[in-house]
């Protein structure tokens, strides 16, 4: 055991750089190294837009941002390589386990570089990283807090934190004061990172228009870019009055937005994994992605799936959404009602 162990002074590198569903799926692990550790210095490697939710993780010492394409960058693999090695890390955490990651560990100069065995471990992942651990456990959030093991880190503990501030609060507030949402209400987010994701607008608008209805819970309609923007105006119109699309957000005010919501419905995708981790009740739909792997982190959410579309990452990713089309709105609906009651009935299980 090294001096730095001892005095639990360890230089922790953590180098997940994209995705926000992932990243965020990672900040268990975060948490839970300054649990353990509580005097190690650590830096997280990011790019935009995720670097938004960790600038204000408490946990962390100091965040790295790198830009889209800094691997094809002999400039910037330079002045990553020299900021790295001036923070003098001993380890450095791999949990995204490819290249381009990977990369970032090795350019830190950290001699104990952890990742995944090759499987789980991508490209150049396994040759680049030297402390490879085989997981056992099946969700990410499990594999990952897996990978510290190595270190001595073994817990059961998954603790998600996204900060909040005063801006985002105020920016969400007037929302609700403009829009008269003075009540429990839903989010249903449409998009999905590979087509084989997605659902349709018209059968998103006839749960909206369920949640309305049947249970008086209005639905607001998040997106991101103008193609979901459209999305969103469709639910809304499918849904007969009972939805509403919600303002540009960013990822901080969609969190503010999520935290206060009853129920969010949508697919496997970083605004899922935002409700979650803001302990918000989740409906999900599930094509070509599977609920116990990626699926919502937790006992309280319901994941619905007809069938799982397998084959590779690149195949799935290039698939048509035949699972995802499987999926009937009663189904969702269904999974709907387990939720709200699940959640009535703790609220009565609290008061008692």
């Given at each position: 055991?090294?001096?730095?162990?001892?005095?639990?002074?360890?230089?922790?590198?953590?180098?997940?750089?994209?995705?926000?569903?992932?990243?965020?799926?990672?900040?268990?692990?975060?948490?839970?190294?300054?649990?353990?550790?509580?005097?190690?210095?650590?830096?997280?490697?990011?790019?935009?837009?995720?670097?938004?939710?960790?600038?204000?993780?408490?946990?962390?010492?100091?965040?790295?941002?790198?830009?889209?394409?800094?691997?094809k960058s002999p400039g910037e693999l330079s002045k990553l390589?020299?900021?790295?090695?001036?923070?003098?890390?001993?380890?450095?955490?791999?949990?995204?386990?490819?290249?381009?990651?990977?990369?970032?560990?090795?350019?830190?100069?950290?001699?104990?570089?952890?990742?995944?065995?090759?499987?789980?471990?991508?490209?150049?992942?396994?040759?680049?990283?030297?402390?490879?651990?085989?997981?056992?456990?099946?969700?990410?959030?499990?594999?990952?807090?897996?990978?510290?093991?190595?270190?001595?880190?073994?817990?059961?503990?998954?603790?998600?934190?996204?900060?909040?501030?005063?801006?985002?609060?105020?920016?969400?507030?007037?929302?609700?004061?403009?829009?008269?949402?003075?009540?429990?209400?839903?989010?249903?987010?449409?998009?999905?990172?590979?087509?084989?994701?997605?659902?349709?607008?018209?059968?998103?608008?006839?749960?909206?228009?369920?949640?309305?209805?049947?249970?008086?819970?209005?639905?607001?309609?998040?997106?991101?870019?103008?193609?979901?923007?459209?999305?969103?105006?469709?639910?809304?119109?499918?849904?007969?009055?009972?939805?509403?699309?919600?303002?540009?957000?960013?990822?901080?005010?969609?969190?503010?937005?999520?935290?206060?919501?009853?129920?969010?419905?949508?697919?496997?995708?970083?605004?899922?994994?935002?409700?979650?981790?803001?302990?918000?009740?989740?409906?999900?739909?599930?094509?070509?992605?599977?609920?116990?792997?990626?699926?919502?982190?937790?006992?309280?959410?319901?994941?619905?799936?007809?069938?799982?579309?397998?084959?590779?990452?690149?195949?799935?990713?290039?698939?048509?959404?035949?699972?995802?089309?499987?999926?009937?709105?009663?189904?969702?609906?269904?999974?709907?009602?387990?939720?709200?009651?699940?959640?009535?009935?703790?609220?009565?299980?609290?008061?008692?």
């Amino acid at each position: 055991m090294s001096a730095a162990e001892k005095n639990g002074g360890l230089r922790i590198l953590i180098s997940r750089l994209s995705h926000i569903g992932d990243c965020i799926l990672t900040i268990p692990m975060l948490n839970a190294l300054r649990a353990h550790f509580p005097q190690a210095f650590i830096t997280w490697v990011v790019q935009k837009p995720t670097d938004q939710l960790l600038s204000g993780q408490l946990a962390l010492d100091e965040l790295v941002i790198v830009p889209a394409g800094f691997l094809k960058s002999p400039g910037e693999l330079s002045k990553l390589r020299r900021r790295l090695r001036g923070l003098r890390f001993d380890v450095a955490i791999d949990p995204q386990a490819l290249t381009k990651s990977a990369v970032v560990s090795r350019l830190s100069g950290a001699r104990q570089r952890i990742s995944f065995t090759r499987g789980v471990a991508r490209e150049l992942a396994p040759l680049l990283n030297n402390d490879l651990v085989e997981p056992t456990q099946e969700h990410v959030v499990d594999r990952q807090l897996e990978l510290l093991k190595p270190l001595g880190v073994n817990t059961a503990r998954t603790d998600f934190t996204i900060p909040a501030n005063d801006i985002t609060r105020e920016f969400i507030d007037s929302f609700i004061s403009q829009t008269h949402l003075g009540c429990d209400y839903a989010v249903i987010n449409p998009g999905a990172g590979w087509g084989s994701r997605r659902w349709s607008s018209e059968r998103f608008g006839r749960v909206a228009k369920v949640l309305g209805e049947r249970h008086r819970i209005p639905t607001v309609v998040t997106w991101a870019g103008s193609e979901e923007k459209q999305w969103a105006s469709d639910i809304a119109a499918y849904a007969g009055g009972h939805a509403m699309v919600a303002p540009p957000t960013s990822l901080l005010q969609l969190a503010e937005l999520l935290r206060r919501a009853r129920i969010f419905v949508g697919c496997d995708t970083g605004p899922m994994h935002l409700a979650v981790a803001v302990d918000v009740p989740c409906v999900v739909l599930h094509g070509t992605t599977r609920p116990a792997q990626s699926g919502p982190y937790g006992v309280k959410h319901q994941a619905v799936q007809a069938f799982y579309q397998g084959g590779s990452s690149r195949s799935r990713r290039s698939a048509s959404n035949d699972a995802m089309r499987a999926i009937e709105v009663d189904d969702v609906c269904a999974a709907c009602l387990k939720v709200l009651q699940s959640a009535n009935t703790s609220k009565l299980s609290q008061i008692a």
